[in-house]
């Protein structure tokens, strides 16, 4: 094992390209798992337990408005993120 590519750029191997993920699938998961979640605690705790559960409500509401909010993101910026091109290293 060398120390040259610590200390001089141009020995270094270049990037690995990025895995192309689809994340209207990861988001989705999320989505379905939060909501699964916020019907536990809406149906268990509150209606069966008879408990008023704040925080845990909060939390998946929470959950579920970040993910919403993320699949606004990957909708308008779809195209910005899958049509950069790769990134080229300078030559200097």
Not at 80 to 86: A, I, L, R, T
Request: aromatic share 12%; hydrophobic share 50%.
């Amino acid at each position: 094992m060398s120390l040259a590519p610590l200390f001089n750029p141009k020995k270094r191997k270049p990037d690995p390209k990025p895995a192309r993920v689809n994340l209207r699938i990861v988001i989705s998961i999320g989505l379905i798992i939060w909501g699964l979640v916020f019907l536990y605690v809406a149906i268990v705790d509150i209606w069966i337990k008879q408990i008023l559960a704040v925080y845990p409500l909060l939390i998946t509401c929470f959950g579920l408005v970040i993910g919403v909010l993320l699949m606004l993101w990957e909708v308008v910026y779809r195209d910005k993120y899958y049509s950069k091109p790769e990134r080229k290293h300078k030559k200097s």
